[in-house]
């Protein structure tokens, strides 16, 4: 039996990733910044970047609640296992080749409060980052002119951006 015949029924233990896919907004200048760091790394389980809430986005991961994955990364697994938050970090870096040691300590009781603290600062700069050039985080993208990613206005300036791990940053299944 082929390995893409199993992958959809295979046990977490069953069977090793074979990549990653990584939802990524086009439109953040933090998240083109790391998404060019990810592919200039060497990657021992290769990374895929899609554009968050994009139609190819809906169309391969129709579970997936869309709007929380445009104000929180999301990685789903080959074999559809979703990790948010801090915890889609710790995907990536394990999927480097000069990163997996790193991620295995952030994955650790003593870890996790440094990896959920490091998302939660890349959150807040990613919403200054918004607010200075008047785009809101999270906020749907659309086309814009020449057919470059925008997205809306804030609505609320002052509104606070949902940068929240809420102890939810484990995997769950999609």
């Known amino acids: 039996m082929a390995a893409e015949e199993n992958a959809p029924g295979r046990g977490s233990s069953d069977a090793p990733v074979r990549w990653f896919t990584v939802l990524s907004d086009p439109a953040c200048p933090l998240c083109r910044h790391l998404r060019g760091w990810l592919e200039r790394q060497r990657q ?11 139609a190819e986005a809906r169309a391969r991961f129709p579970q997936l609640d869309h709007a929380r994955s ?4 999301t990685v789903v697994s ?4 979703v990790y948010e938050g801090s915890a889609a970090w ?8 000069g990163y997996r040691v790193t991620a295995h300590r952030l994955s650790t009781p003593t870890g996790a409060p440094l990896a959920r603290a490091a998302v939660l600062a890349a959150a807040r700069w990613r919403k200054a980052l918004a607010r200075r050039d008047g785009r809101e985080v999270g906020a ?8 470059s ?7 609320d300036a002052d509104a ?6 809420g102890g939810e940053c484990y995997p ?3």
């Open 44 to 54: 021992l389980v290769p990374l895929e970047f899609v554009d968050v809430a994009s």
């Open 70 to 73: 445009q104000s929180e990364i």
């Open 78 to 81: 080959d074999d559809g296992q």
């Open 90 to 97: 710790i995907a990536c870096l394990w999927a480097l080749e």
């Open 140 to 147: 749907p993208t659309v086309q814009g002119a020449a057919g």
């Open 149 to 155: 990613p925008t997205t809306r206005p804030y609505a």
């Open 160 to 165: 606070e951006a949902d940068v929240s791990c």
């Open 172 to 174: 769950r299944s999609g």
